[in-house]
């Protein structure tokens, strides 16, 4: 009876504990709703005072100087009462918000207006929608979609594609049918937040990918999913490990990820390629794509990479990795870099044998 006793009681603590869950995703869930509501509420807001400004500022459109000055004296009346969220730069915020975003209705409730306040300082009007497309996909948040812009996500991803086929994949048009459109050469992992010094040890670094793993599989690109670490392959009596396991949905396959602290060579990529070549064997199914095989290293040669790999190859990358946030004109030399080699394989490709 006393075993009947406490196996009862123990139920009853399983279904109390059930029904406090329960509620409890009930009241997380509507404090969400609420939050998304106020965020999207406070977005219209800014958008209809932008509006008014716009309306008022184009009947003094004979004066050059109308619009400066009607947003400092507006700011004058409003600020005082209402806090600094109405002062001189979030009213021309807002006049440039209803610039860029005319129509109510195209305004993504997903998005909040901190997120619209950095979309609406791209120039680039393809380079905004593809911020603005990816946040939404990917329910990034204000601050994940600045470290996205601030990294050049957008520049990275045109180094190896076209400017159509990344906003494509974005606008979910299609889907990714090549490595080269999810992943980014070079990859900035700026938020390993490792200290400069002269080198790592490849176990270090491994390490603190895998602490900072939902990061990591951010910055590696569209539908990444972890699969393991150190993975351990027997060929006969010979041992080998694996660094990196992950799987694409996107591209139905396997991506098996060698990291290097130092400059590539052709045993690296060679030692990369039996690990790929072990993967479509014994672990790819028959509805899978081929494996994709990344090298991950601090200095790549493309040349190297060309002569050593197969023409048709379209499996193995290799991508330099930065552990800080590129500057602008070191994205631009990365540029002229891709476009240089571009045009030498375009030249090699058109010369006639000697």
């Avoid at 159509?164 to 490595?179: C, F, G, M, T």
């Avoid at 048709?312 to 602008?328: F, G, M, V």
Wanted: with cysteine.
């Amino acid at each position: 009876m006393a075993k009947r006793k406490d196996m009862m009681t123990d139920i009853g603590n399983l279904l109390r504990a059930s029904f406090v869950s329960d509620i409890q995703t009930i009241i997380d869930g509507a404090r969400r709703q609420a939050v998304r509501s106020v965020d999207f509420a406070r977005v219209q807001m800014y958008w209809s005072i932008g509006r008014r400004i716009f309306v008022e500022e184009q009947q003094g459109r004979d004066r050059a100087d109308y619009g400066s000055y009607l947003i400092r004296n507006l700011a004058k009346e409003i600020e005082p009462e209402y806090g600094s969220g109405f002062g001189i730069r979030q009213l021309e915020q807002s006049r440039q918000f209803y610039r860029l975003y005319p129509i109510a209705n195209t305004l993504r409730s997903q998005l909040n207006w901190s997120q619209y306040r950095k979309l609406i300082q791209i120039e680039d009007p393809c380079k905004r929608e593809y911020y603005e497309l990816e946040s939404v996909n990917n329910a990034w948040t204000a601050r994940e979609m600045i470290r996205q812009i601030n990294s050049q996500l957008y520049e990275r991803l045109l180094l190896s594609n076209d400017k159509e086929s990344v906003l494509a994949v974005a606008r979910n048009q299609r889907i990714p049918e090549k490595p080269q459109e999810i992943i980014k050469d070079p990859m900035v992992l700026e938020f390993l937040g490792l200290k400069r010094k002269a080198n790592y040890y490849e176990s270090e670094l491994e390490s603190s990918i895998i602490s900072h793993l939902e990061q990591f599989l951010m910055e590696m690109g569209k539908g990444f999913l972890f699969a393991a670490r150190q993975k351990r392959i027997m060929l006969e009596d010979d041992e080998f490990f694996v660094d990196l396991v992950l799987y694409n949905r996107l591209l139905k396959c396997f991506v098996v990820i060698e990291i290097k602290t130092g400059k590539l060579t052709h045993q690296d990529l060679g030692q990369l390629q039996m690990y790929v070549n072990y993967y479509d064997r014994c672990e790819k199914t028959s509805d899978e794509n081929a494996t994709i095989g990344i090298l991950l290293c601090t200095e790549k040669n493309d040349t190297l990479v060309r002569m050593t790999l197969p023409e048709d190859n379209k499996t193995i990358l290799a991508s330099q990795y930065e552990l800080y946030l590129p500057t602008q004109q070191q994205l631009i030399d990365e540029v002229e870099t891709v476009k240089l080699s571009f045009k030498e394989k375009d030249n090699q490709t058109l010369s006639p044998p000697q």
